[in-house]
C-alpha cells in the first residue's frame, strides 16, 4: 500500500531552544484495532518462545505480545527521522534473544534525501543504536514484501548480512551491526525494476533475502553455507559454501523469468524453499512459482500449488513448520479476485490444500471462520458483493511459530490475521481467521475534526476511508460509507450548525462528494460532484449550504447541491477555509497571497500578502468568532482579526508552520488553545499556546515525534480542555492530554548533548526525558555519519507514556512550598523547589520539575 507525501526540509528536533517551554502529555492511540496498512514482514525469533515482530512499510517496527497485542518500537521517530519507519528488512537474533535489528529509510529516489540505517537494539527493541549506511535503503518502495534481506549468522551472531537495494549490492557486518562492509566477492546486485515511467519504479529492487544454512558449520564460528535470492529474471538465487569468501549460482535454479520473494531453510529436510512472482510486488504478481532445492541432493523440484499455465498470480508470503518437518504454506501474490488465497501442505508440497476453493460457480467453499472483533470494520456491514474480500491482499509476510504449529501470522494490504488453531487444517479443514493487530496503528490519516456537540472525533482516512469515533478507546464498528471511499482527502464541519458535515474522496463510481446531517453517522452522495470530480481539500460554510472544493485541477464551488462550477479567481490547490460563524467569508491562500471572499465563495479577492512567505501550509478560522483567521506558512505564524484584510506575524521564535488547529480553552473568556507543528526557535515540534503565540509550549516529547511534520495533521478538541489528536503518516491518530501543570513562563535552554562513537540511542524501557539542546557527533568507520542522543519510551501497545525522570533539577533560589504538581525547578525558575508532604520534584524536561 502506501502513501507518499511531499516532504519539506528537515529541521533536527534536537537543537538549541530559546523562549520555548515544554509541558508533559500522555499520549495514546486512538484505536482502530485493525492496523490499516502494509506489514510487509513477520518473523518469529527460532530460540526464544514469544518473541516475534512485525516490520510495516511507513509506520516502523511492533514487537508481539503473549496477549496477541503488540508495542510500537519507534515512535521517537520525529521530523529529523521520519524515514526510520520505512522498515525494509527485520532480523531477530537466534543466539541472543534480546537482539534484534532493523534497516530503515523510506524511499531510494528523490523523495526522500536521507541515506538508510541499521538500527540495533540489545533489549528487544526498548532502545536502538544506529549505524548509517552510504546508500539509501526503502521501506516503502516497490519490492517491499521480500525478503528478510537482512540475516544474522545463527552459529555466530555477531555476522550480520544486508542486501541492499539501487545496485549496491551485498552488504557484511562482523561487530553485530556496528559497522558494515560491501562483500565485493558477491557481483550481483538485483537488477530488475518495475518499469521505468517513473524515479519510484525505475530504481532496481536489488538483493530481496539472505538465508543461513543453520545445518553447516558449528557453532561459534561463521556459517560456511549461507543462501542469497536477487530481484532478477535471470539467475537469481546464489550460495556460498566458505562462508562468504566466494559465491556461485545455484546451479539447476529455474529460469522462467520469475523473482525469488521468500527463501526459507527447512533445516530438518535439508532443504530450501523458495517463492517465486513475475513482479516484485506488493501489487503485481499474474504467475509463478514455488520451488524446493534439495541441499544434499542439489535436486530442485517443482511444488506449486497450481500450474503455471492455469494460474493468474505469483507466490509470495511462504513459512515453514520447524515442529513438523514437511508442513509448508504459501500465500499467493496476488489473487485478487474473489480473495486472496493461501495453501498448506504437510508432505513437503507433493499435495496442497486451500483455504477456500471454487465448488461450481458461483458456489464457494469456505474452509476458515472469519473473526473481525478486534476491528469489525475490517468488513463492509453494507456491503453487497457477491464476494466479499476477508482473507487479504499483499500478503508476502506468512510466519508458523517455531514454538506452537497452532499459532500462525499472515500481513495484508490493512492487517495482521492469523490464529491459535492452525493444525486443525489438516484434520477438519477448517481455521480461524481472526484480526489480530490490536496495537498497530498504521493508518495515514489526511483529516482530523471534532465538531462541537459531536462524537468523540472524526477522521478522514487514507486507503481506509474514514472513521465516526464514539469512542477513542474502542475499535469502530464501521468506516463511512454510502458512499465509501478508497480514500477521504477533505473534511469539514459547518460552524453554526456543526452536525452537517461534508468529505471529498476517491471513488471509481460514486460522486466524489459526501454529506451528512447527524454528525457523520450516516452519509449521502452530493450530486453537485461525479465521480470523476477531483477530490481534495473541503470547505463547507458556516450554515451549511455552500461547498469550497480545491484540487489540483482547480477550485470549485457549489451551492446548495447545485453542480460544481470553478473560482477562476483563485489558483489551483489554493489552501481554503470558511469562516465557522459568518455564512458569507470564505478564505483562501496561495504562495505569499492571501484571498477573501465575502459573498459565499462566489468570487474571491486578494487582500494582503504574508510576510516573505512562498507557501501556506493551512488556514484555520476561529471556531467561534467571525473574522479571525490564522495562517501557517514556511516562515511562521499569522495572525487577521479583520477577516484576512491584514495580518500580523507572530512573533516568539515561530519560524515555520504546519498543521494546526483549535482546542478548548481554559475558560469561557479564554481564546482556544492553539495546537500544531510549528519550528520555533529552531526546534521543529507539536506546539501549543494558550496566549495566541505569546507563550509556546513543546508538547511532543523524546517519546512521540510523530514522525514528518509536514505529513501530519493536527486538530485540537472543542470539548476537552488540553487535548489535542494528531493524525500521523503510518502510525495511526494519537491524542494527548496534558499530564503536567503549564509553565508559568517561558524558559531558556542552555543544555548540550554529546554523541558516542559507536551510534545513537533511541529508547529507553523506563523513562524519557525531553532534551533540547545543540549536538556533537563524531564518525566511525566508512559508514557511521552524524548521529544523535535521545531517550525514548515505549510502553506497550496502545499504551499511555508519560515523560518522567528519575531525579529534578532545581536552578530556582527562592523560598517557600511549591503547590501539588505545581512547577519546582527548571532553567530559568525562580520559584519555590520544595514539594508539599507526599509529592516529589520530578524532573519533567529541560525547563520544567513538577511536584508529583
Excluded at 92 to 100: G, I, L
Excluded at 290 to 301: A, F, Q
Excluded at 817 to 825: F, K, P
Aim: net charge negative.
Amino acid at each position: 500500500m502506501r502513501h507518499t507525501a511531499a516532504f519539506v526540509a528537515i529541521s533536527s528536533l534536537v537543537d538549541l531552544v530559546q523562549g520555548a517551554a515544554s509541558q508533559a502529555y500522555t499520549w495514546k492511540n486512538v484505536v482502530t484495532g485493525g492496523g490499516g496498512g502494509f506489514t510487509p514482514g513477520i518473523v518469529f525469533n527460532p530460540s526464544a518462545k514469544g518473541v516475534a515482530y512485525a516490520r510495516t512499510d511507513i509506520g516502523g517496527a511492533y514487537r508481539l505480545n503473549s496477549d496477541d497485542t503488540w508495542t510500537p518500537l519507534m515512535d521517537w521517530a520525529n521530523n529529523s527521522n521520519w524515514h526510520d519507519w520505512g522498515i525494509d528488512a527485520i532480523a531477530t537474533d537466534p543466539v541472543d534473544t534480546d537482539r534484534v535489528y532493523v534497516a530503515v529509510g523510506m524511499y531510494t529516489n528523490d523523495w526522500d534525501p536521507n541515506d538508510g540505517s541499521i538500527l540495533r537494539s540489545t533489549d528487544q527493541g526498548d532502545t536502538w543504536a544506529e549505524t548509517k549506511l552510504p546508500f539509501k535503503v526503502g521501506g516503502n518502495m516497490p519490492g517491499r514484501g521480500v525478503g528478510e534481506r537482512l540475516a544474522v549468522d545463527p552459529n555466530d551472531n555477531s555476522i550480520l548480512y544486508f542486501g541492499a537495494r539501487s545496485g549496491h549490492g551485498l552488504w557484511k557486518s562482523t561487530d553485530y551491526g556496528e559497522t558494515w562492509s560491501n562483500v565485493t566477492a558477491f557481483k550481483w546486485t538485483g537488477t530488475y525494476f518495475q518499469d521505468s515511467s517513473s524515479s519510484y519504479t525505475s530504481d532496481p529492487v536489488g538483493i530481496a533475502w539472505v538465508t543461513f544454512d543453520s545445518t553447516s558449520g558449528t557453532s561459534g564460528s561463521a556459517t560456511p553455507r549461507i543462501f542469497v535470492g536477487v530481484v532478477d529474471t535471470g539467475e537469481s538465487v546464489f550460495v556460498s559454501e566458505d562462508a562468504g569468501e566466494t559465491w556461485s549460482w545455484v546451479s539447476g535454479e529455474p529460469l522462467y523469468g520469475f523473482l525469488p520473494h521468500k527463501g526459507i531453510l527447512s533445516p530438518s529436510e535439508h532443504t530450501l524453499y523458495i517463492s517465486y512472482a513475475n513482479g516484485a510486488g506488493p501489487y503485481d504478481g499474474t504467475n509463478g512459482t514455488v520451488h524446493k532445492y534439495n541441499i544434499t541432493s542439489g535436486i530442485w523440484t517443482d511444488i506449486s500449488p497450481t500450474s503455471m499455465a492455469s494460474t493468474y498470480y505469483g507466490y509470495g508470503g511462504l513459512a515453514v513448520d520447524l515442529q513438523v518437518p514437511g508442513t509448508i504454506m504459501v500465500a499467493a501474490l496476488n489473487c485478487w479476485w474473489p480473495d486472496e488465497l493461501i495453501f498448506r501442505s504437510t508432505d513437503s508440497g507433493a499435495t496442497w490444500s486451500p483455504i477456500w476453493a471454487w465448488n461450481g460457480y458461483p458456489s464457494i467453499d469456505y474452509y476458515y471462520t472469519y473473526d473481525i472483533t478486534n476491528a469489525p470494520w475490517l468488513q463492509d456491514s453494507t456491503s453487497t458483493d457477491q464476494f466479499p474480500v476477508r482473507v487479504g491482499w499483499m500478503v508476502e509476510a506468512l510466519a508458523i511459530d517455531p514454538f506452537d504449529s497452532n499459532h500462525w501470522l499472515y500481513g495484508t494490504g490493512e492487517t495482521i490475521y492469523g490464529g491459535h488453531d492452525l493444525q486443525t487444517w489438516d484434520t477438519s479443514h477448517n481455521v480461524t481467521v481472526k484480526s489480530l493487530a490490536v496495537g498497530i496503528e498504521e493508518m495515514a490519516v489526511l483529516g482530523l475534526i471534532t465538531p462541537p456537540g459531536g462524537p468523540a472525533l472524526l477522521s478522514a482516512v487514507g486507503d481506509d476511508c474514514g472513521f465516526y469515533h464514539s469512542s477513542l478507546t474502542t475499535a469502530p464498528s464501521q468506516y463511512f460509507h454510502t458512499p465509501t471511499y478508497s480514500s477521504t482527502n477533505g473534511i469539514d464541519y459547518a460552524g453554526n450548525k456543526p452536525s452537517n458535515i461534508v468529505r471529498s474522496g476517491s471513488s471509481d463510481t460514486d460522486p466524489t462528494l459526501a454529506l451528512s446531517s447527524n454528525f457523520g453517522q450516516s452519509w449521502y452522495a452530493d450530486y453537485a460532484a461525479t465521480s470523476s470530480t477531483p477530490t481534495g481539500q473541503v470547505a463547507l460554510s458556516a450554515d451549511a449550504d455552500t461547498i469550497l472544493l480545491s484540487t489540483t485541477s482547480g477550485v470549485l464551488r457549489s451551492q446548495n447541491s447545485a453542480t460544481l462550477s470553478t473560482i477562476s479567481s483563485l489558483p489551483s490547490s489554493a489552501i481554503i477555509a470558511s469562516d465557522k460563524s459568518n455564512n458569507t467569508f470564505f478564505y483562501a491562500a496561495s504562495g505569499s497571497s492571501f484571498y477573501l471572499s465575502s459573498d459565499t465563495a462566489a468570487t474571491f479577492t486578494k487582500t494582503t500578502t504574508l510576510g516573505s512567505s512562498t507557501t501556506v501550509n493551512a488556514l484555520r478560522a476561529h471556531p467561534s468568532t467571525a473574522g479571525d483567521i490564522w495562517a501557517s506558512t514556511d516562515v511562521g505564524l499569522f495572525h487577521s482579526t479583520d477577516f484576512g484584510k491584514s495580518f500580523t506575524q507572530i512573533g516568539s521564535g515561530c519560524t515555520e508552520g504546519w498543521s494546526f488547529g483549535f482546542g478548548k480553552p481554559e475558560s469561557d473568556t479564554s481564546y482556544p488553545v492553539l495546537f500544531g507543528f510549528f519550528t520555533v526557535d529552531g526546534v521543529t515540534g507539536l506546539f501549543k499556546t494558550e496566549d495566541e503565540g505569546v507563550n509556546w509550549q513543546l508538547i511532543s516529547d523524546e517519546s512521540h515525534g510523530f514522525g514528518a511534520a509536514d505529513a501530519n495533521v493536527v486538530n485540537g478538541d472543542l470539548a476537552t480542555y488540553g487535548r489535542v489528536f494528531v493524525g500521523t503518516n503510518g502510525r495511526g491518530i494519537f491524542y494527548g492530554d496534558a499530564s503536567g501543570t503549564l509553565p508559568s513562563a517561558t524558559a531558556t535552554a542552555t543544555a548540550s548533548v554529546s554523541v558516542s562513537a559507536t551510534g545513537v540511542k533511541v529508547g529507553s524501557s523506563t523513562s524519557s526525558v525531553s532534551t533540547v539542546g545543540s549536538v556533537t557527533s563524531s564518525t566511525v568507520g566508512s559508514t557511521t555519519k552524524s548521529t544523535t542522543l535521545t531517550t525514548t519510551t515505549k510502553t506497550g501497545a496502545a499504551s499511555t507514556s508519560t515523560t518522567t525522570a528519575a531525579t529534578a533539577t532545581a536552578t530556582a533560589t527562592a523560598t517557600g512550598t511549591s503547590t501539588a504538581y505545581g512547577q519546582c525547578g527548571g532553567s530559568g525558575y525562580t520559584g519555590p523547589t520544595t514539594c508539599p508532604s507526599g509529592y516529589t520534584c520530578t524532573y519533567e524536561n529541560e525547563f520544567y520539575s513538577q511536584c508529583e
